[in-house]
Nanobody, 121 residues
Framework: QVQLVESGGGLVQPGGSLRLSCAAS????????MGWYRRTPGKERELVAV???????NYSDSVKGRFTISRDNTNNTVYLQMNNLNAEDTAVYYC???????????????WGQGTQVTVSS
């Protein structure tokens, strides 16, 4: 099982920036996709940004142009740089990884515990 540890959440004023980090550890052969999702009260968890092992990035329309996902494949870490934050970005942000533990094993999924991002003046 892979453990994902997130950090970087907190309170920020509208227009401000935060950088989230997520480090994966454990039995890992290869991580294919790492990304960020978020959940607000009363809503389903939604995709924010993902990056696959080949470098392809996908963003939700609501964060395009403001958020940037990057990944350090060597250290199995994914980052989310969030700029020009607004109140609608307030949520718990979760890291997700799709991975294999061996070359022949199936694809597994792991989620982080979540980190709170609050945008408020």
């Amino acid at each position: 099982q892979v453990q994902l540890v997130e950090s970087g959440g907190g309170l920020v004023q509208p227009g401000g920036s935060l950088r989230l980090s997520c480090a994966a550890s454990g039995s890992i052969f290869r991580i294919y996709t790492m990304g960020w999702y978020r959940r607000t009260p009363g809503k389903e968890r939604e995709l924010v940004a993902v990056r696959n092992i080949g470098g392809t990035r996908n963003y939700s329309d609501s964060v395009k142009g403001r958020f940037t996902i990057s990944r350090d494949n060597t250290n199995n870490t994914v980052y989310l740089q969030m700029n020009n934050l607004n109140a609608e970005d307030t949520a718990v942000y979760y890291c997700k990884a799709d991975y294999q533990v061996t070359k022949m094993s199936g694809l597994l999924i792991s989620w982080g515990q979540g980190t709170q991002v609050t945008v408020s003046s």
